[in-house]
């Protein structure tokens, strides 16, 4: 059996996990751009501020910790072109706020959850995914 697809399954099952964990036990969406927009807003009145924060620790640590201990390749990045990275994670800050959600609060939650809303918003954010890397490949062959 290809190696790609047990690590992809094993990712996906991973990912399922978090997501009924975090339902389950906090009853919260596993939305990575609201988690990091309520980290850095610090609100004052969140009964339980560290569950955040200590999210996005895990969710670094954990690959590395793969990384490290089962001597797995870490991805790199494809291009090296710092601004067009800089530029690129604007744009995708501002369409989740545009979106109200990102492809993990819409796409694994909302979707599980079977919510309309989170449907259009993951076909909308497939097809701009498409048509960007469209357009990044055929600028960047001529």
């Known amino acids: 059996m290809n190696p790609d697809f047990i690590n992809a ?3 996906g099952v991973m990912i399922a996990c978090s997501v009924i ?6 009853g919260k969406v ?4 609201g988690i990091v927009w309520q980290t850095v807003k610090i609100n004052r009145d969140d009964p339980s501020p560290l569950w955040r924060p200590a999210f996005l ?6 690959p590395a910790l793969l ?8 991805p790199t990045a494809k291009d090296d072109n710092i601004w067009l990275i800089i530029l690129s994670g604007v744009l995708v800050g501002f369409g ?3 979106g109200s959600g ?24 497939m097809v701009a995914g498409i ?4 357009i990044v490949n055929t600028v960047s062959r001529g």
């Open 9 to 11: 399954t094993i990712g």
């Open 96 to 98: 989740t706020k545009l």
């Open 30 to 33: 596993t939305g990575i751009s």
């Open 131 to 134: 048509v960007t890397v469209a």
């Open 67 to 74: 990384h490290f201990s089962l001597n797995w390749e870490l």
């Open 57 to 62: 620790i895990g969710l670094i640590m954990g």
């Open 102 to 125: 990102c492809t993990s609060g819409h796409g694994i939650c909302g979707i599980g959850r079977f919510s309309l809303r989170s449907v259009v918003a993951t076909v909308v954010f």
């Open 21 to 26: 964990m975090m339902m389950g036990l906090l």
